[in-house]
């Protein structure tokens, strides 16, 4: 009793080492502990603080092997002491504690860990690393989808940790990194055999729209579609089926991705060598339509030689019209061959080119001059289409309807299902084009007219021709002139005001009345563009020079030249010239100037060049001008190559009116 009072040194060392390690000891550690005992239902252990606890026997359950008394394991403490004076221990909570210790090591080295999967959960399994629960996504199971775990459920085996988080207690974990990894290092040896060119056999394992997946041994192998046979296949299934063996050749590997290319068709001799040679530019054959596409048609030659037809050289006459509604599938045609590309394994066909062109056999049985007949198909702003079979148009341009009309006015008179006759005029053939006329039925008038001209210049000549008298009636009067037709058949004219008369108090176009009939002369026939012009003026003075060189020569003993040279010489207050023969050359013209010469250039428009041109044919003044008849400026106008310049700049008028 008096020691237990009075402790020793040695007592209070014991007791101090005992109050060092009841203080390391913390809730929640794991400590080591001895094997006391193993009683039914619990294995007792000692802690080191004179202290017992019991361990529930089936935490020991999983355990390798099963603890003796003696043995040194490892416990969690819970609770240093409970109601009963006895420490809470647990085993399983330091295996787990220890077993999350492994998983953190292993996740830093990036070492797989071991497991089974115990449970399916949303979106995926639980896995048991050992005491810790794991979470197993759906799509890291395998490497392709799985439709049943069974197999695989309690399954210990190898699993990579993706995700670890200790302080919520989640971890993911995954079969297929596994198994990826395995499988690459077997792709890797297995490829590392292989070389392009191979020849191998191997088992079809899956068939998609694209080609089939082959396994070559350890390693698949793409089947392109377009790689299994030299003729078009719309599916891979026309050609292999699962399961079955294929010998194939080893197209291309990539060294990177490890993916191998597969062909069938390259154990076979390819169709397009020496294609060229077996199908000529220009070579009629036979073919079957295999497939029908907005552009065109491809037509089977042979197996593996396709040409296309496009729907351009399908119909000579069928434009915009959709293929189908020309060929159809698995018909067979014979085609030509446009054109041959070897090295873009292209064959261009035409349909059209076995058949009769169509506007070579029209212009065949109508060459150009024919008398057609046909229904006024389309009306447009240009002209008219006519039909000329069922296929065939022609067209009549707004110009070629009518002769005496404008073609606004020709297109009027017609409606579309009208039944025409035209001439065919042209026949186009490269650009497939009929050209047609309807006035060309009847003959251009002017050119009837002019046809029909005697020569003469009076009335009774008939013809148009320059200086010609014609014999009009008056259709239409206008501000400006008078509109005239004549001839028969009828051709129309218009006579300007300035040349209704001589007299200027008689040039009103409202002194004539609509049907009046009016001689006058002829001044210009231009065929290019249909027109004549006529003058009344110039009709009157051709009379008067006609009366004047009858009656002059006759009663005075006077030609016309001395009569003309009389009267421009004492015309306007101008000094009067004696009327000489000296004064006038042999053609009736001043041989020099009389008076002032210089007022030639009143004249607006006149150069000096044209202005010598006339003096040299003996014409100085305004006056002389004037007096001139159209005749006249018609033969002075070629003498000097200045054709239709008088009346081009006014001249005459202007001097008419200086006059």
């Known amino acids: 009793m008096t020691n237990e009072m009075n402790p020793s040194s040695a007592d209070f060392a014991s007791m101090f080492e005992t109050s060092a390690a009841a203080s390391a000891m913390q809730e929640g550690q794991v400590i080591p502990a001895t094997v006391l005992r193993i009683d039914n239902d619990a294995v007792v252990v000692d802690i080191g603080l004179k202290t017992e606890g019991r361990i529930p026997t089936k935490e020991f359950m999983l355990e390798d092997k099963q603890p003796a008394p003696g043995d040194l394991i490892d416990v969690y403490l819970d609770r240093i002491e409970n109601a009963l004076g006895e420490a809470v221990l647990s085993r399983d909570k330091a295996r787990r504690e220890e077993r999350w210790v492994k998983l953190e090591r292993s996740f830093s080295k990036g070492e797989p860990v071991k497991g089974a999967i115990s449970g399916r959960v949303k979106g995926g399994f639980t896995v048991d690393l050992g005491g810790v629960n794991a979470f197993l996504p759906g799509s890291q199971v395998d490497i392709r989808p799985v439709r049943d775990v069974g197999p695989l459920m309690g399954e210990v085996q190898p699993f990579a940790v993706l995700k670890l988080d200790r302080v919520r207690g989640n971890i993911v974990v995954s079969r297929r990194a596994i198994l990826e990894e395995s499988r690459a290092e077997q792709r890797a040896e297995i490829v590392s055999d292989m070389a392009e060119g191979d020849v191998r056999k191997g088992i079809v394992k899956n068939i998609t729209d694209y080609g ?13 579609v377009t790689d299994m046979s030299y003729k078009r296949i719309n599916h891979p299934s026309q050609v292999v089926e699962v399961g079955q063996e294929v010998e194939v050749q080893i197209i291309k590997i990539n060294p990177e991705t490890q993916r191998i290319s597969l062909g069938m068709k390259q154990l076979g001799t390819d169709p397009w060598d020496n294609i060229s040679s077996r199908y000529p530019v220009g070579g009629r054959l036979k ?42 599938t698995s018909q067979e045609v014979d085609v030509e061959v446009l054109d041959v590309d070897s090295e873009k394994r292209r064959i261009s066909l035409g349909l059209k080119q076995t058949m009769d062109n169509p506007w070579s056999a029209f212009l065949a049985e109508n060459p150009v001059g024919t008398e057609i007949e046909g229904e006024v198909r389309g009306i447009t702003e240009f002209g008219l289409f006519i039909g000329l079979g069922p296929d065939l148009d022609g067209m009549v341009h707004i110009n070629d309807i009518a002769w005496d009309k404008s073609g606004d006015q020709a297109i009027e008179a017609f409606t579309k299902g009208d039944r025409v006759k035209a001439k065919v005029l042209d026949v186009d053939v490269d650009k497939e084009r009929i050209s047609l006329g309807i006035k060309q039925l009847s003959g251009d008038p002017i050119e009837s007219a002019v046809s029909s001209s005697s020569g003469g210049e009076s009335a009774g000549g008939g013809g148009l ?17 008078i509109e005239v037709e004549f001839g028969t058949p009828a051709v129309k004219s218009f006579i300007r005001r300035s040349d209704l008369s ?4 008689d040039q009103r176009p409202e002194r004539f009345a609509v049907g009046d009939k009016v001689d006058a002369k002829i001044i210009t ?5 249909r027109r004549v012009s006529l003058s009344i003026k110039a009709l009157e003075i051709a009379e008067e020079a006609e009366a004047v060189a009858q009656y002059g020569s006759a009663d005075a003993g006077a030609s016309l030249g001395d009569i003309l040279g009389a009267a421009l010489a004492s015309s306007k207050g101008k000094p009067k010239a004696d009327a000489d023969a000296g004064s006038l050359d042999d053609r009736g013209r001043l041989a020099a100037p009389q008076g002032d010469a210089d007022d030639l250039k009143k004249l607006k428009g006149l150069g000096p060049a044209f202005e010598k041109k006339l003096n040299e044919a003996g014409v100085y003044h305004f006056w002389q001008v004037a007096a001139l008849s159209d005749e006249q400026i018609a033969d002075l106008e070629e003498e000097l190559a200045i054709q239709g310049r008088f009346e081009r700049d006014g001249w005459k008028e202007q001097a008419d009116s200086l006059a």
């Open 212 to 224: 089939a997946f082959v396994d070559l041994g350890g390693i698949d192998g793409l089947l392109h």
């Open 287 to 328: 073919g079957t339509v295999t497939n029908i596409t907005d552009y065109g048609a491809f037509v089977e030659l042979e197996d593996g030689v396709e040409g296309l037809i496009h729907v351009s050289e399908m119909s000579w006459t069928k434009k915009n019209v959709h293929p189908g509604k020309i060929l159809s």
């Open 465 to 481: 021709k320059r200086g010609a008298t014609v014999t009009c009636t008056v259709t239409e009067i206008t501000s400006g002139g």
């Open 502 to 505: 001589r007299d200027r108090a």
């Open 525 to 529: 026939v231009d065929r290019a563009t």
